[in-house]
């Protein structure tokens, strides 16, 4: 798991961080793929935090860039707002509606979920705080979770990730957003 500290306009370690998580994703040095075979599964990648307003929109903006860039012709890499999974993405391509209670059942997740890996090769869902995520958070190829640094308490992070049941293996790293220069106590910082 990737501890990064971190803001939204730090280009090199959004890069670092985007190249760890094509690695965990299994898209790092992907060859292109040969005429006529088929393309890829796709992955899903979701961007959440522990509580409202820590940064996670904006991680996930800058992250989409970065991945895409660092993708660039190897397929589409898109962002979708997974509050509500509803409507369409930014490519128009046409979702199974879905409302935010839906989150919280599987089967429904399972077909938004599937409907994204049949079309496209990376996936960041910009997720609802993680009490909010239901089987999203646990269906999701990997998770990665955005602290502000500034008001987010150790134990509610441990609160969240314990009540979210994200599988270990799925959760890719932590951002820490907004940080000051020395990390906190908690995370090995003086």
Known sequence: MALLPMNADDSLLMARLGLTLLDRLGLADMPAPEAGAPPPAGRILLITSARPREGRSLIANALRNSLAAQLSGSGEVVLTDGSLLTGRLANDLPLPRASALLLFQPAAVQQALQALRDRMLLTIVDGPVLADCGALAQQADAVVVV????????????????????????????????????????????
């Not at 820490?176 to 090995?188: D, K, T, Y």
């Open 147 to 190: 602290l502000n640094a500034r008001k987010t308490p150790r134990r509610g992070v441990e609160q969240a990730l314990a009540a979210a049941r994200v599988p270990p293996e799925r959760l890719a790293g932590v951002v820490l957003n907004r940080h000051v220069q020395a990390l906190p106590r908690w995370l090995g910082g003086t």
